[in-house]
């Protein structure tokens, strides 16, 4: 799909029904939408796949920007076949409340997709992300990324900061499932 920068690291593929260990984790957003496919082994998680879905025009009509989101979150979905998708909550900030429904749309858009392959969608704070993977809700993006680097064994610093941001939700969610897990009795 043109708009879509892709990285791929693995190309073991199964198509069909959806792979449990499999989350696919999204930074939304209406120009650009990061996103990253992490597959827990038995060595950690690691990153299959990791891109951004662009519009075609960032001043393309919000149906048009809509619509390109949901298509390329559709794409990376029936490539993937996750078992979970993972993605930041909302966030606003009193002096931008335009933005906060902006990206509103852009999450509906993603949601839906999820929702219409049947994958369960869980939303993280931002805070909740940060120290989850470094211990401090205030923790900057440069303590995140080499968070992320290391973690998922990375040669470099995940970039653009959208696909960081991606491979944080994922990560995240792993750490929260591995944790409610290990508190389940039989």
Known sequence: MPGMAMISV???????????????????????????????????PYVLEAGVIRPRSPRGTLGERLTWI??????????????????????????HPRTAILMAHARGAIVLAAEQRGIPVVSYAATRIK???????????????????????????????DVADACAVALCHFHINRNRRGLKMD
């Open 10 to 44: 693995d190309t073991d593929e199964s198509r069909g029904a959806s792979i449990p260990g499999r989350v696919v984790g999204v930074d939304p957003g209406l120009n650009v939408t990061g996103y990253a496919v992490v597959e827990l082994s038995s060595r950690g």
């Open 70 to 95: 949901y298509r390329g979150i559709m794409e990376v979905l029936e490539q993937h076949t996750p078992g979970s998708f993972a993605l930041e909550q909302l966030h606003s900030h009193v002096r």
């Open 131 to 161: 120290k989850t993977l470094t211990g401090s809700g205030r923790a900057p993006k440069e303590q995140i990324q080499h968070a992320i680097k290391t973690e998922l064994g990375l040669d470099q610093l995940p970039e653009p900061h």
